[in-house]
Every structure is written in structure tokens, then in C-alpha cells.
């Protein structure tokens, strides 16, 4: 993916246009008015570099504290990590950026799955790495089992470690309930366990010591989390993620069965379910600190732009064929599921203030500048290879950000001179 030299100096022209930088208004608003606007930021390749916070992401939030120590403006950060806490992931964001973050500002890429209440009384396999059963039990979900745990019931089926496997014939598996879902929260670390026991649990109908009968299809629900496949760390090049994974348990069920292994929803970034969550509790930050004035705009900035770029322009076409009363719903992972609408309420929540979201990709993550391709704007984006979800049309205008800047600093003083905000 090659985006052009001419973006990124349209992003440096406005804000050279800007001229002389001012000191920021003290207070919680500039010239006594309330925000019409929020912020959502990604973490990785934005604020930090794996655990190094970036410089210019302390620059940004000073500027954003307008020297005090509370934000001016709404903030969301919205990551696709989730193997980990909201309250961690705010304490880590917290001494990063040199302010106080709270839970309440943080979406996870699996924070949205408090909406599908349909499965919280389920018994659900959970797969990932860190907390996964604690945060699927801060979701709602009542009956849970770990991939860990599957494996001690039943240790026949994990065979690729030699070292792991059981020295004797192991008694019969008895009492052990019958899956009857599946929860992908992130990229575990043996690979090999998770996929073969998923693959299991999917082919068994949710019982995988029985022996192979007649394939089910429909197979049992699966949710997934966070598809991004790759991501920036402290290593020159990208890192696997999640997405990676996901790539690797379809193509082993389409191998295996023949046929398309299906989500019930796939969430995180770029789904607008995700979206519609960041601006549910951009809305609610603005109510609590008593900024009467609606927010009109929303700027997510992000490093990469098959997830933040293609699912902030995702959203932003969302919103204006929403203004236009031509909403049509579509039942498919790109919309979460049907009850996840009506769960949040958010035709009541939110009212439809916001009218638009704009993408800022930034160059210090996933991205690089090439300064070799075009200048001309039409010619920033360039299909080479689709790095998003098979489940997500590529669309090469959902890719080219709206502006490219250096930094996360350079993001938020473009805003604020777009908002006219000092």
C-alpha cells in the first residue's frame, strides 16, 4: 500500500497555514466555547512503539491538556489490542502520555462484545492470551472455558508438542459441558494448540472428544476480535497480529470441510460497530463534563490504513448515508450483528449529532511515506496487496486517509486549526 507524497504535503500545508503557534487557552475549552469535536486515537504505531511511548504523543496530549492536567476535548483511544484490561491498558496509557486515563476511555478491540448479550449465558471457548477469561466475564458472559482448560480435559486432542502429550492413556472425559461458541480475542501463543482445538470444537458441534459424525453447517457461532494482520512494535518491520491468525483458522476449515468458515461478528477495527461504540463514549465524556454544545466531528487517527484509515472513511460513509435517511443495515460481520444496534441504543444515545469522521494517518507505525509515488492526490492511494479481512471489500478510496501527517502532534494541531481551536 502506497499512499502519495502529495497527501502528506497537504497535510503539512494546512498546517503551515496555521502560522505562529499561540500558547493553548487554559481551561477546559478555547475562547470559553465547548468542543464540537473528539478525538480517536489508535495506540500502537501512534502513541507508543511497543512499551517506548513516541515523543511527539506527550507533545500532543500536553497540547490537548492545554497545560493543565484534564483534556480539553473528548479523547477515545481505540486499539485492537485485547490482551489485556481496560483499567491496565488505561494505567499503561496513563504514564505514557503523562495524564490521568480512565477505563471509560479506552475501547478495546473487544469492549463491543458487551452488546451481544445473546451469548452471554452460553457456554463459550475462549482463545487468546493474557486475562482472556477475566475479560470475558467483565462482558457479561456467564459460562466460560479456556483453551487451557479444554486442553486438560481432554489431552488427546493437542498432539503437535511431543512434550505435552500424555505419557498414558487417559481416563474418559465426563461432566465436561458442550460448547456452544467460540470467542477469538487475540493471537495466542501456541498457535498450533488453539487452531487444532478450535477446529475441534467447530467440526464436534461443541463436543470434541466425540467421534466425527456428519460435519455441522451452520457451525457454531464464532466471534472474532481485532483483524488486524499486522502491527508495529519495537522491530523495524511489522509483526503479526490477529488477522494473521484468523487467516490461518479459515484456511485450515475451508481445507478441512470444503467449506467457508463464518463469523458471527467481527469486531474491532474497521467494523463500524466499533466506531459507533468510540462515539457513544465520546458523547458521554462531553455529558459528563457538562459541555453542552453536540459533537459534530470526530478525527481518528491511526498508522494503519487497512484498520484505522479504511474503518474511520468506513464510518465517515456511514454517518452521511445516515444524514441522508439511507441506512440500510446490512446483516454481515462488517455491521456486528442486529442486536448489537439495538442493545446500545444508540439512535436514543446519540441522536446523530456527529456528521462526520476524518481520517489522519500518521507515519511514525505501520505506514511509511514514499516520496518516489505521485504527487497527484487522486493517485495517493494504490492497490498493491490487501492486507484487511477477507469478509471486507477492498475499496480504494476507504484506504486514502483524509490527511497525512508526520505525527501525532502534527494530527492534533491540524484539527485544532481545522475546529479553528487554539
Not at 60 to 81: D, H, I, K, M, S
Not at 171 to 182: C, L, N, R
Not at 342 to 358: A, F, G, P
Request: net charge neutral; proline share 7%; charged share 20%.
Amino acid at each position: 500500500m502506497a499512499l502519495g507524497s502529495g497527501c502528506l504535503r497537504a497535510g503539512r500545508g494546512l498546517l503551515r497555514a496555521a502560522g505562529p503557534r499561540r500558547p493553548p487557552a487554559r481551561g477546559a475549552c478555547a475562547g470559553g466555547r465547548p468542543p464540537a469535536f473528539g478525538f480517536l486515537f489508535d495506540v500502537d504505531g501512534v502513541l507508543v512503539r511497543g512499551s517506548q511511548a513516541l515523543p511527539a504523543a506527550r507533545q500532543a496530549f500536553q497540547r490537548l491538556a492545554g497545560g493543565g492536567e484534564r483534556l480539553r476535548v473528548p479523547v477515545v483511544f481505540l486499539t485492537n489490542a485485547g490482551n489485556c484490561l481496560r483499567s491496565a491498558k488505561a494505567q499503561e496509557l496513563s504514564q505514557a502520555l503523562g495524564l490521568q486515563v480512565s477505563p471509560e476511555q479506552v475501547i478495546l478491540s473487544h469492549s463491543p462484545l458487551r452488546l451481544f448479550s445473546q451469548f452471554h449465558q452460553k457456554c463459550m471457548l475462549v482463545a487468546g492470551q493474557g486475562p482472556v477469561e477475566e475479560n470475558a466475564l467483565n462482558l457479561g458472559f456467564k459460562h466460560v472455558v479456556t483453551i487451557e482448560a479444554l486442553r486438560k480435559a481432554y489431552p488427546l486432542l493437542d498432539m503437535v508438542d511431543q512434550s505435552r502429550r500424555p505419557k498414558e492413556l487417559p481416563p474418559p472425559t465426563t461432566g465436561f459441558p458442550t460448547i456452544e461458541g467460540v470467542i477469538l480475542f487475540g493471537e495466542p501463543v501456541r498457535w498450533e494448540t488453539s487452531l487444532q482445538l478450535i477446529i475441534d470444537v467447530l467440526l464436534s458441534n461443541g463436543n470434541p472428544g466425540a467421534e466425527l459424525q456428519d460435519i455441522p453447517y451452520p457451525h457454531l457461532p464464532v466471534l472474532a476480535c481485532n483483524m488486524d494482520l499486522l502491527w508495529m512494535a519495537e522491530a523495524k518491520m511489522p509483526r503479526f497480529g490477529h488477522g494473521t491468525f484468523l487467516l490461518c483458522l479459515e484456511n485450515i476449515y475451508k481445507k478441512v470441510t470444503g467449506r467457508e468458515l463464518k463469523y458471527e461478528a467481527l469486531i474491532g477495527k474497521p467494523s463500524t460497530v466499533t466506531y459507533r461504540y468510540a462515539e457513544y463514549l465520546i458523547k458521554q465524556q462531553a455529558e459528563k463534563q457538562g459541555w453542552k454544545s453536540p459533537i459534530r466531528r470526530l478525527y481518528a487517527v491511526g498508522d494503519n490504513p487497512m484498520s484505522d484509515i479504511y474503518g474511520a472513511n468506513l464510518y465517515n460513509n456511514y454517518l452521511k448515508s445516515a444524514q441522508q435517511n439511507q441506512v440500510q443495515v446490512k446483516r454481515s460481520p462488517e455491521a456486528a450483528s442486529p442486536q448489537a444496534e439495538d442493545h446500545l441504543e444508540l439512535s436514543k444515545d446519540c441522536n446523530n449529532s456527529v456528521e462526520s469522521c476524518e481520517s489522519i494517518l500518521v507515519c511514525t507505525g505501520v505506514y511509511r511515506h514514499n516520496a518516489d509515488v505521485p504527487s497527484k492526490t487522486e493517485e495517493c492511494t494504490t492497490e498493491t496487496v490487501f492486507h484487511g479481512h477477507r469478509d471486507f471489500c477492498f475499496d480504494p478510496s476507504l484506504v486514502e486517509a483524509s490527511y497525512i501527517v508526520q505525527d501525532v502532534n502534527d494530527a492534533v494541531q491540524l484539527a485544532f486549526k481545522k475546529e479553528n481551536w487554539s
